[in-house]
Every structure is written in C-alpha cells, then in structure tokens.
C-alpha cells in the first residue's frame, strides 16, 4: 500500500527507420535591387495634443498616484519601527527580570 510504484518503460512497437541523408544547397545570389528615390519628405513624428482637461486629469493622477504610493511606504516605515521599538521593550524587560533572578541567588 505504501510502497511506491515505478513506471516502467515502454518497449517501442513499430519499425524505426534511419534518418535521411542531407543534400547541401546551392546558394544563388541576385543582383541588387536598384535604389528608390529619396522621398522628399520623411514621414512626422504623430503630435499629441492635451486638452487642458486631460492635462489637469494626468496631474491629477499622476498626484494621486505619488500619495498613495507616499503613504504605503510611510505605513511601512512605521510599522517596522513599532516592531523594532516593541522588541527592545521586550528585550529590556527579559534583561530586568534575568538580572533580579541572578541577584536573588
């Protein structure tokens, strides 16, 4: 019941047959293409247009954005240093009583 089971490997059914021989190619090269004219102009960059609205909302989210990032990593900040402060409480507590311990004897 516990013992585990090992798969066992299919023996192969079916003739295999050996791989095909590999024949190199020829490599034929063409003469280059003739050059195109040069354009007389280069196609423009698109230019984006803010409305003053989409301006004000990218602002406006880019501001929400920071604080929300701000107050994620402040709260972190805090708590780590609660942790830090609540174990050095501790550790001073657990020095006094091991001390008083040693005096009584």
């Known amino acids: 019941m516990f013992r585990p089971k ?4 299919p023996t192969p059914t079916g003739l295999t047959s050996p791989p095909a021989a590999i024949e190199p190619t020829e490599v034929i ?3 280059p293409a003739p ?3 040069p354009a007389g102009q280069s196609p423009s ?3 984006i247009q803010l409305s003053p609205g989409a301006v004000i909302a990218l ?4 501001t929400a954005v ?7 990593l402040v709260s972190m900040l805090l708590a780590v240093a609660i942790t830090g402060a609540s174990v050095a409480v501790c550790a001073l507590v657990i020095r006094s009583l091991i001390s008083a311990d040693a005096k009584r004897r």
């Open 29 to 31: 090269q063409h003469a």
């Open 59 to 62: 602002v406006g989210g880019g």
């Open 35 to 37: 050059a195109s004219a």
């Open 6 to 9: 090992i798969p066992t490997m």
């Open 45 to 47: 960059r698109p230019v």
């Open 66 to 72: 920071v604080l929300v990032v701000g107050a994620v």
